[in-house]
């Protein structure tokens, strides 16, 4: 059986989950808790060369590592990757997109705020929600007049930026500009076999 190693928090974690439910593969989940460095220990950087979840574990023991390498595996050979060349080019073409121009701004502006270090680091903020801006901007003018990222059906394209896209206002990122965005944010999250981030797992207590 497949196994996954991720945490709760994590939005790269959560689309792995997501594409699991979707294509009704068991798996086990193994929950790390990050803050108390269970991802730093020798074991686990075993599977891990960078010592980050999500980490997939195959049966015969190899694991892939990077969200994105994960869900293009698990797609392999199903309706959520394009069997067109030119197609699978533009989803391969998100996902690179997803983790420059928006994780790389939103993911670390939410952690801030969740964790309470926001208001002390106001430069950052400002930066973080500057990059952060541009990237959702690039994606509400394509989306805009599109159900899609690529084509004419979800893939995983828009499964890589569903997480942490729709997690933004946790940084306090204003969705209200971006008309697309919200719109196709509801769309992912009526696809079939679409589930919550804490599906599985009980939200940490603060």
Not at 8 to 30: C, D, M, T, Y
Not at 113 to 120: I, M, N, T, V
Not at 137 to 148: I, N, P, Q, S, V
Request: some cysteine; overall charge neutral; aromatic content about 10%.
């Amino acid at each position: 059986m497949l196994r996954l190693y991720d945490s709760l928090l994590s939005g790269n974690s959560w689309k792995v989950r997501i594409l699991l439910n979707q294509l009704a593969r068991p798996f086990e989940r193994v929950t790390l808790d990050l803050g108390k460095g269970e991802a730093r220990t020798a074991e686990f950087g075993h599977k891990s060369r960078f010592a980050r979840v999500p980490v997939l574990e195959l049966e015969d023991g190899k694991t892939i590592v990077e969200s994105g390498a994960i869900l293009l595996y698990l797609a392999q050979g199903t309706p959520y990757l394009p069997k067109d060349l030119y197609e699978r080019a533009e989803v391969t073409s998100w996902l690179f997109f997803e983790q420059v121009d928006l994780q790389k701004s939103i993911a670390p502006c939410r952690v801030h705020h969740l964790h309470g270090h926001a208001d002390s680091m106001p430069q950052e903020i400002e930066r973080l929600h500057a990059e952060g801006y541009a990237g959702l901007e690039k994606l509400d003018k394509w989306l805009t007049g599109r159900r899609w990222l690529v084509g004419d059906r979800y893939t995983v394209a828009d499964l890589a930026l569903f997480p942490y896209v729709s997690m933004s206002p946790q940084g306090r990122f204003d969705l209200e500009r971006f008309a697309a965005v919200r719109q196709w944010i509801a769309r992912v999250e009526g696809e079939p076999g679409w589930i919550n981030l804490w599906h599985g797992g009980a939200p940490p207590v603060r």
